[in-house]
């Protein structure tokens, strides 16, 4: 292992201890065996090892990126809490640092990572969106901001996701008043995602579902306006003209055809 | 000065300044900073390099220095064109660190504490979180603790906190007297109160221990239990507390004024709403003249009124009691009014805190659905729902103005809970012996409300693998589907000679008719074997040696009305079991178990909410069919859980020579359990039981020449008290029971005990 | 017997016939269809021209779905002026039987491995615990930025 052996049994037993005894206590050296730690993965060693530059010599250059650089740190293991923690104490420390951009690009990533999956409670996809937000607006052109845009969309489309089963639940049990709520929300409020084809098709479902044909044929039609090409669009087309088949065959399998008819 | 400086100083157009009026800030110069650069410095100025010079803007500047919290002082000065800002930093927290605290940990005080180490130290942030650990002294009764915050200064600017703590004795309630109590003594009225007098049983609840607010809470105890005794016109007027001479604790003092005992006079319903007579409604009103007047009923009354009108079908409703005193006759006229509400509809459903839990698991509890009306008894009713799922320690549903005046959006906040149970390790429970468990139980699996358990049991008397899963909403229907497969082994050596084993599966579907009623199918497919039968034991159990098939069919009917699944305080419940085995497998018979229990609240007489008061009991019959001879295996066993007191098995018919246990074709059990709380902190999750069991089992083998069969129908008695504890393990039932009336011949057991773990 | 039935509850904004014999084509405004009939279910979704009531009855079923019966829409059309052009009520007769695509569109994001369910909870627990799932792309630019910046100080 990277950690040199000095000939005691003891050093090579942790690389951890070894580490901080052999390297020299100067604010370089500790932050030199951090970013080496870094570089091989131990984060939990560069974290402690950056903590013990800020904590032993406070008024070094080192110790401001020594802040980050344990953020950074603590992202990598997961504990995005923590580095959340400690990148806001560095932004309110150093807002004019030549890194600031980067520290408020880990923050949004760290919340970026909480996101659970569209089944489940969005107010960490929110807390996200918000963190992003702010980078692209304060460094418009870095590549945090691009990333970020790029993280924003992804995240909106979690949201679209999750009114979209919220939509489809209602739908499922033909409460036909709370499905077009949801599925109008999601043509509304998240037009750039990849859920509006298919929010649009189910809402052409509802109105025929409920008698409606006018307001399905009229959705139907902006349906294949904007997305011409998308496989909702035949199916919206297959069920307000006749014989037109759908975009998957339309016979469902034996076995959903066989438990339906069970249930 | 270094590029980073240059690249981060904003591109501000330089203003054309008027040249030489006040001049232009050519420079910001900043002085005395260590930690800070002086970027960061002018970040925060409203003054840029290029603007001219404006008094209000300087001082605008160094209020948000100050606004940073990083200053100790800041100081701004004018030297021709450059501004020289002088600051002095306030130092960083190296460690905080609590003296003399005994009764509180460090690391709870370091939890409510804001000031880490490594964070900026402000004497502000010092002083507040003085008060905070004074408050959290206070709220545990300690409101003499003093607390002195010390710095140590360091070098390179840095600084220790130390918080001095003198925590002086937890001033105690000595004695409580009431004034204005001609109805009720002291005594009676002290158990409504909750502040207690100090006693040496109560040294480790906090009750008897003297805090200001709970005073406030006593007076409204005290309202309430007048309010239901009749005297509608109580007057709590005051309750103060003096220290006593010798300040080692406090009198506490309630004066009230009773008024006059009502009598109800007339009772009456109107009803103002459409097609909604007030006869129909007149039943539910259990209030008859010439009763004591009572409050709480009164409040019961119009909640079940609102609640029925609103399942009838009349979302918009609300029912008022009108109360009229006469004072001379101490006559009460109530009057419930049934009037139009205005017609809100829900817009929209929001789940929130559901980390693990998908969000139709929880929706689909929900009674009603967005674009509904917004009925309030079905809104309390999905929250129970919700609640009796189990997964969430909180349910909150509030209702917010939505997009229109007629619409709101309902808010529903849950607080995920560890639903799942790990029972690991050791254990002891008297039915199996020792035992060494391994067993998984998932009752959210992947948040999607399906129960799944994976059991390994490996005890003295018992091996035992079973595997249960079950969907709670199958395909999102009203139908719950589920199987299990299991393998039980069991040593019955001790109790009737021999040793069991069973191993099969079965296929479960169930659906609820409505809110209260529901149907479950069991299919099940059982080989069992009796096995190891020792030299000594009854000829009858000789005889059922060897395998035999079970396959039978079964179904479950039953009517809930309890007020929670978890913690019932109110209503019951009512099961009838029936089995039928025959369709193929040896045995042949069909079985029926009628089992109910029905929960008294007891909160009118104890005036606490948690004194339950349980009546349980059960019936059951097995007939065989074609002929075929019942086997041991198959019969009902009195003894253990149903009846305590008893061993397993103990109670009922016996072969007298080899003093096995043969069970029997009827059985009839009855409880009555007393539930109240212990005098122990609530947070402990402590329940006390008192309980006396009582059960019969009949019809077994017959006699025979040289076999003597004791078939003794009379009922046995076993009473005794027990305590279940909502440990963090999981639930331990502790229960000590005396075997009351007895046969000569039958087993009995004072102690029972088991747990598992929860995670 | 009816311990056996589950209550039939209403759904939606039932429009009673009588209410609905208040509203007359060319007289009424839409403030006045919002004070009688109350605001909309839902509108139309391309201007606020169409405005729907839509109302059902549903029944608790063993072992099926909801049991949809009297389902209701009503639609009331306003002309440019915002006075009642037609009112019409449909019923369970204009419904047409839609079978729903089974189709979904996927959303991205991180499932859970059912070990991490299973154990995700066990300790610390929190939306980080569970959270590790791997993104679709795990971009970390940031690390190249701090590499030039710290290592450049570094060497």
Not at chain 1, 108 to 117: F, H, N, R
Not at chain 1, 195 to 206: F, S
Not at chain 2, 202 to 213: A, E, G, K, L, V
Not at chain 2, 422 to 450: F, H, K, M, P, Q
Request: aromatic residues 10%; hydrophobic residues 35%; neutral net charge.
């Amino acid at each position: 292992c990277s950690s040199n052996w000095d000939g005691t049994a003891d050093s090579l037993g942790s690389s951890r201890r070894g580490a901080s005894a052999t390297v020299d206590a100067s604010p370089e050296g500790l932050y030199a065996a951090g970013v080496e730690n870094l570089q091989a993965r131990r984060f939990q060693q560069a974290v402690d090892l950056f903590d013990r530059v800020e904590r032993d010599h406070p008024y070094s250059t080192w110790a401001t990126n020594a802040k980050l650089m344990a953020a950074y740190g603590d992202y990598m293991r997961n504990r995005y809490t923590e580095a959340i923690g400690a990148l806001d104490r560095f932004i309110q420390l150093h807002p004019a640092h030549r890194d600031v951009a980067y520290a408020y690009y880990l923050r949004a990533l760290s919340y970026y990572e909480q996101i659970a999956d569209a089944q489940r409670d969005q107010r960490g996809t929110e807390q996200a969106m918000v963190a992003l937000q702010d980078v692209v607006n304060r460094f418009p052109d870095t590549a945090y901001a691009r990333d970020a845009r790029l993280k924003i969309d992804l995240a909106r489309d979690h949201l679209a996701g999750k009114e979209m089963n919220i939509g489809r639940f209602y739908q499922r049990q033909r409460l036909y008043g709370a499905a077009i709520g949801r599925f109008r929300r999601v043509v509304e409020d998240y037009q750039t995602t990849n859920h509006v084809p298919e929010a649009l098709h189910r809402l052409t479902e509802i109105y025929l579902a409920l008698g409606v044909t006018e307001e399905a044929r009229k959705t139907a039609s902006v349906l294949g306006h904007n997305f011409p090409g998308s496989p909702w669009y035949q199916d919206s087309y297959a069920l307000l003209v006749e014989g037109a088949p759908g975009a998957e065959p339309q016979r469902a399998g034996l076995l959903r055809r066989a438990w339906n008819a069970v249930f | 000065s270094d590029p980073a400086a240059a690249q981060n100083r904003p591109t501000r157009a330089a203003r054309p300044a008027p040249a030489g009026a006040e001049g232009v800030v050519r420079e910001i110069e900043v002085r005395g900073n260590q930690r800070i650069e002086a970027d960061t410095v002018r970040s925060y100025m409203l003054l840029q390099p290029g603007d001219a010079f404006d008094a209000d803007r300087l001082d605008r500047s160094l209020k948000s220095l100050y606004a940073t919290g990083l200053f100790r002082d800041v100081r701004i000065a004018r030297d021709g064109g450059r501004v020289v800002v002088d600051v002095a930093e306030n130092p960083i927290v190296n460690r905080v660190a609590f003296e003399g605290n005994r009764k509180i940990s460090d690391d709870v005080l370091r939890g409510e504490v804001q000031l880490r180490a490594r964070s900026v130290y402000t004497p502000q942030a010092v002083q507040a979180d003085r008060q905070r650990i004074v408050e959290l002294y206070a709220r545990r009764g300690r409101f003499g603790a003093v607390v002195e915050p010390k710095l140590i200064e360091l070098e390179q600017n840095r600084v220790d906190v130390v918080y001095e703590i003198q925590e002086n004795e937890a001033a105690l309630v000595a004695r409580i007297n009431f004034v204005g109590n001609r109805a009720y003594s002291d005594s009676r009225l002290k158990e409504v109160v909750a502040t207690k007098e100090q006693a040496w049983y109560r040294i480790f609840s906090s009750s008897d221990q003297f805090d200001p607010d709970r005073l406030s809470f006593d007076r409204e105890l005290l309202r309430r239990f007048y309010l239901r005794s009749g005297y509608a016109d109580v007057q709590i007027s005051g309750a103060t507390a003096e220290l006593a001479p010798d300040r080692t604790g406090f009198f506490v003092t309630y004066t009230l004024d009773e008024g006059p005992r009502y009598r109800v006079g007339k009772v009456d319903v109107v009803s103002n709403i459409r097609n909604l007579d007030a006869e129909s409604l007149r039943g539910l009103v259990r209030v008859e003249e010439g009763d004591w007047y009572d409050g709480d009923v009164v409040e019961r009354v119009s909640q079940s009124l609102q609640d029925t009108v609103n399942l009838r079908g009349f979302p918009f409703v609300d029912v008022q009691p009108r109360i009229q005193r006469d004072r001379e006759s101490r006559r009460v006229d109530l009057t419930f009014e049934v009037n139009e509400a205005p017609r809100v509809f829900v817009e929209r459903i929001d789940i929130t805190g559901n980390t693990r839990t998908q969000d139709r698991v929880v929706r689909r509890e929900f009674r009603i659905a967005e674009g509904d009306a917004f009925n309030a008894a079905q809104i309390r009713r999905s929250r129970q729902r919700i609640r009796d799922l189990g997964y969430f320690s909180d349910v909150q549903v509030t209702s917010a103005p939505g997009s229109a005046p007629d619409r709101a959006v309902l808010n529903t906040q849950v607080t995920e809970r560890a639903t799942g149970e790990v029972s690991l390790g050791g254990g002891y429970s008297t039915d199996a012996g020792a035992l060494a468990d391994v067993g998984l139980r998932e009752r959210n699996l992947l948040g999607t409300g399906i129960d799944a358990r994976i059991n390994g049991t490996l005890a003295q008397r018992r091996s035992q693998v079973d595997l249960s899963i079950t969907d709670p909403a199958f395909l999102d229907r009203n139908l719950a589907a589920g199987f299990d497969l299991f393998y039980i082994q069991r040593n019955l050596l001790a109790i009737a000679n021999y040793r069991e084993r069973r191993a099969g599966f079965a296929v479960r579907a169930g659906y609820a008719f409505n809110e209260r009623l529901r149907q479950t199918w069991a299919y099940t497919l059982t080989n069992r074997e009796i096995f190891d039968v020792s030299q000594n034991a009854s000829r009858f159990v000789r005889q059922q040696q060897g395998e035999t098939l079970l396959s039978q069919i079964g179904q479950t009917i039953s009517y809930d009305f309890r007020d929670s699944i978890i913690d019932p305080r109110r209503g019951g419940v009512l099961r009838l079991g029936t089995d039928f085995a025959g369709l193929g497998g040896d045995a042949a018979y069909i079985r029926a178990r009628l089992d109910g229990s029905y929960f008294i609240p007891l909160e009118a007489y104890f005036g606490d909410p948690d004194y339950v008061l349980s009546l349980s009991g059960s019936i059951g019959y097995l007939e065989t069919l074609f002929g075929k001879e019942d086997r041991i295996v198959d019969r009902f066993f009195l003894g253990g859980e149903n009846l305590r007191g008893f061993r397993i098995a103990g109670a009922g018919p016996r072969d007298l020579n080899t003093r096995d246990s043969l069970g029997g074709r009827f059985i009839w059990t009855q409880s009555t359990e007393l539930r109240y709380p212990l005098p122990l902190p609530a947070e402990l999750g402590l329940i006390g039981r008192a309980f006396v069991d009582v059960g019969s089992l009949s019809q077994s083998e017959k006699s025979t020449a040289d076999v003597r069969v004791a078939d003794d129908a009379s009922p046995r008695v076993g009473a005794g008290v027990g305590i279940s504890w909502r440990s963090p393990f999981g639930l331990i039932n502790i229960d000590l029971a005396q075997a009351v009336v007895k046969k000569s011949y039958d087993e009995t057991q004072v102690f029972r005990f088991g747990f598992g773990t929860r995670f | 017997c009816s311990l056996f039935q589950a209550p039939v509850v209403q759904r939606g904004n039932r429009i009673t016939p009588d209410q609905l014999a208040e509203i007359t084509p060319g007289v009424q405004t839409k403030a006045d269809v919002r004070a009688v009939l109350g605001s909309p279910t839902q509108t139309g979704m391309f201007g606020d021209d169409e405005w729907y009531y839509i109302s059902s009855t549903t029944r608790q079923q063993p072992a099926g779905q909801l049991r949809v019966s009297d389902q209701q829409t009503v639609v009331v059309e306003f002309d440019r002026g915002g006075a009642v052009r037609r009112v019409r009520a449909l019923d369970g007769a204009d419904a047409r039987d839609v079978q729903m695509v089974e189709r979904e569109t996927p959303v991205p994001g991180n499932e859970r491995t059912l070990l991490q369910a299973l154990f995700g909870n066990v300790g610390r627990f929190g939306p980080g615990a569970a959270g590790t799932g791997t993104q679709p792309q795990q971009t970390t630019p940031g690390v190249g930025g701090i590499g030039q910046g710290a290592s450049g100080l570094a060497r």
